[in-house]
């Protein structure tokens, strides 16, 4: 049974790679896949039972993480609504042509710290879209978008899935991961950042920007305080969960009831908007519903996988590999995140190794964190943020591939080894 589950998972993760050929959503495949392996599970096992109290716990933790995103979603929603992000537009247009470069890449991996890098790439996106004229120009400044993004996410309890993954699985605490890994994320961005700022030296186009606020909805003060209002309901959540022991999703949930009831009176208070109700519509388009989806199914099919006892072993064989060297384990699943989805591995390398042999905050974790978070940046379809900028933007595979992703290799390694001489 245990190759069958194995080959269906493998079959299933072939096809979610392949969508766009299959002209089928990769949430419907990945629900499918954990359907079909719960679905043997319950059949070839003696006692049902047994395998439904495993699927309970199983499909109520994977809810949790679920949940969380969709509520960092949300919030993020909220601020955009509402010009949160128009503030950071306007102070990068009245940046130098010659600090720019630095200026984006700061900025992308302070924001992914706060926001995740899925919704920082879609943001700088959109900001880099409206202030930079040449396109080589623009994909170079996104390729270290996608590198900033996935390097701010590592280091961050909510600045990354896998990272939150981690966090919420009991391997991580806030505080801790922050200490011993943001070191090693700030240089994986300082070091592309360096070689792109020399790439680009006197090549850059910009767009004259129109600061004039005259002409828009909400005036400054109001876009100001939806952005830090966003941002503090953000870091609200690590401290619930810090100082009060209030589990991380409940702590979204309540960052969300705060987002709702600040923006919701700002939207009633402003002039032109007195006799409208607040576009829900909107906030409702902005919500990613289908990747939702697409973490629960595949999560749960890991989680089959763990309840059959197949994880644990392919723990035991992938150590005995590399004669228990855990640094070579992380950088290779870091690695070979750029190929396969981070999001399935870090939920299998939950099940694998176990807390009570690898405790919370034991160096294998908070490696894992940095090298699955920034490994992605190694190829294009490697990570959220890279996927986002190339549908986005239409950038192209092989030329990230040619200018950026040596780049990102570079600062990737740059970074580990920093994190493992240092700890």
């Not at 040449?134 to 390097?151: D, E, M, R």
């Not at 919420?168 to 961005?189: D, E, N, R, W």
Request: aromatic fraction near 12%.
């Amino acid at each position: 049974m245990a190759i069958l589950l194995v080959s269906l998972f493998l079959l299933g993760y072939l096809a979610i790679t392949l969508e766009t050929y299959l002209r089928l959503s990769k949430a419907v495949i990945a629900l499918i896949t954990a359907f079909v392996l719960w679905g043997i599970l319950l059949m070839g096992h003696p006692d049902a039972k047994i395998i439904l109290d495993q699927l309970t716990p199983a499909i109520f933790e994977t809810l949790k993480i679920v949940l969380f995103l969709l509520g960092a979603m949300c919030i993020v929603a909220l601020m955009d609504i509402q010009g949160g992000f128009f503030p950071i537009t306007k102070a990068l247009s009245l940046i130098p042509k010659n600090r720019l470069v630095w200026a984006i890449s700061i900025l992308t991996f302070c924001l992914s710290a706060f926001l995740d890098n899925l919704t920082t790439a879609i943001v700088m996106v959109a900001i880099i879209n409206k202030i930079v004229e040449n396109t080589k120009s623009k994909w170079f400044l996104l390729g270290l978008v996608i590198i900033a993004a996935n390097a701010g996410g590592a280091f961050s309890p909510i600045g990354d899935v896998t990272t939150t993954m981690l966090w919420m699985g009991g391997q991580i605490t806030p505080l801790k991961i922050i200490k011993h890994t943001f070191l090693a994320s700030f240089v994986s961005m300082v070091i592309p950042t360096v070689i792109i700022q020399i790439k680009l030296k006197g090549k850059l186009s910009l767009l004259a920007f129109d600061i004039n606020e005259s002409k828009t909805e909400f005036n400054s003060s109001h876009r100001s305080t939806i952005f830090y209002t966003g941002i503090t309901c953000l870091l609200l959540i690590p401290f619930l969960k810090w100082y009060f022991d209030i589990p991380a999703y409940v702590g979204m949930i309540i960052g969300v009831g705060i987002m709702a009831l600040i923006t919701g009176l700002l939207w009633s208070i402003t002039p032109t908007n007195k006799k409208e109700l607040f576009p829900l519509g909107q906030l409702l388009n902005k919500i990613d519903i289908q990747s939702g989806l697409f973490f629960f199914a595949i999560l749960l099919s890991v989680a089959a996988l763990d309840a059959a006892n197949i994880l644990p072993l392919l723990a035991l064989k992938l150590n005995n590999s590399v004669n228990n060297n855990l640094s070579l384990v992380a950088i290779g699943i870091g690695l070979f995140s750029a190929l396969v989805d981070n999001i399935p591995l870090i939920a299998a390398l939950q099940h694998m190794y176990p807390l009570s042999t690898y405790p919370t905050d034991h160096y294998f974790w908070e490696l894992l964190a940095y090298t699955a978070g920034t490994g992605g940046s190694c190829l294009l379809i490697g990570s959220a943020a890279g996927v986002a900028v190339m549908g986005l933007e239409k950038m192209d595979f092989f030329w990230y591939l040619k200018n950026i992703s040596w780049i990102a290799l570079i600062g990737f390694f740059t970074g580990a080894i920093i994190y493992v001489i240092t700890f």
